[in-house]
């Protein structure tokens, strides 16, 4: 069945690889990036791998909540469904800089955007037959976090804030899970992949991206996994993550101050009430 996959980052490395492995196996492939050129890059490169179905190219800047809010109401407004959700993007930032919303960049792009886009978009996944959720982590993620100070750190550490941010998608993964009875949540570590992050991060090295995008294709396509939610996955296996990743108390802190730091109404509006109450 072909299935309906908005990718986010899937102009680079191991998203576009993503993007190109399911577009193989006949499903179709929102584009998303910052760059409209990169994307149609990708788009050409879809076209050619599979030329039954056509992809779609999106356009945002997860560093602005505004565009992420656009984002989701053009897919709202053209798309009937989405049936996987990979939220991919990622950066690594050797310096501190902030958001027009205030708000640390890696924690901004790895983790916050994607928590907004993922609520502002759960009725459109919540229509699909088998839908999934899936969050790039990493298994560098942070041992604990601080709800109230990841959003603007004292003695910034390029290292500590993606950290930070990798917990962060996997206690926004657990908490999630227990609030959707229908949606498969998932996330992951995609392993050391030789990308632009990595390069940038920890100065290169790591397996091609065709073995970096195994993982999501896994949790997207395997009915193996229909039926499995919240968990954290390495190599297609369930690993465990970070002891503070289960703490109900942390996942239910963090997700109220994730809400705070949502800065326009006009988000908070669209969206469902019973996900702001959750
Ligand atoms: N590589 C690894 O070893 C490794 C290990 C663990 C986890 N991960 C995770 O895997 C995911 C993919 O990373 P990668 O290694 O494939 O990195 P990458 O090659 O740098 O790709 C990152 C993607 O995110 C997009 N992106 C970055 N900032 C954005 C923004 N502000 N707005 C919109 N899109 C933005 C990039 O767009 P451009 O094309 O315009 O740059 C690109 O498409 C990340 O979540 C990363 O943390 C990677």
């Not at 196996?25 to 929102?30: A, V």
């Not at 760059?35 to 076209?47: G, P, S």
């Not at 109230?148 to 657990?174: H, M, R």
Request: hydrophobic fraction near 35%; glycine fraction near 6%; charged fraction near 25%.
């Amino acid at each position: 069945m072909m299935k309906n996959i908005l990718i986010t980052g899937s102009t680079d490395g191991i998203g576009r690889e993503t993007a190109k492995q399911l577009a193989e196996k006949n499903n179709r492939i929102i584009i998303h990036g910052q760059n409209i050129n990169k994307a149609q890059r990708v788009k050409k490169e879809l076209n050619k791998i599979n030329p039954k179905v056509e992809p779609k190219i999106t356009i945002a800047d997860l560093e602005s909540q505004t565009e992420v809010l656009d984002l989701a109401v053009k897919l709202q407004q053209e798309e009937e469904k989405i049936d996987v959700l990979i939220n991919n993007a990622g950066i690594y930032k050797n310096k501190l800089e902030f958001t027009e919303e205030k708000i640390e960049k890696t924690i901004a792009v790895n983790y916050h955007s994607h928590f907004i886009l993922t609520l502002l978009l759960i009725p459109l996944i919540e229509k699909s037959e088998d839908p999934r959720i899936i969050n790039l982590s990493s298994m560098v993620h942070a041992h604990n976090l601080d709800p109230e100070k990841i959003w603007d750190p004292v003695d910034f550490n390029g290292s500590q804030a993606y950290s930070d941010s990798k917990l962060a998608i996997i206690l926004f993964t657990f908490k999630l899970n227990r609030v959707l009875d229908e949606v498969s949540v998932n996330c992951l570590h995609p392993g050391v992949i030789n990308t632009k992050l990595l390069q940038k991060g920890w100065g290169g090295g790591g397996l091609s991206v065709e073995q970096g995008a195994k993982t999501s294709v896994y949790l997207a396509e395997s009915e193996q996994v229909k039926d499995e939610s919240g968990n954290y996955y390495i190599n297609k296996k369930r690993k465990k993550p970070a002891a503070a990743a289960y703490n109900k108390e942390l996942q239910n802190e963090f997700w109220n101050k994730s809400f705070e730091m949502i800065k326009y109404q006009e988000i908070l509006n669209k969206i469902p009430d019973r996900l702001i109450k959750a």
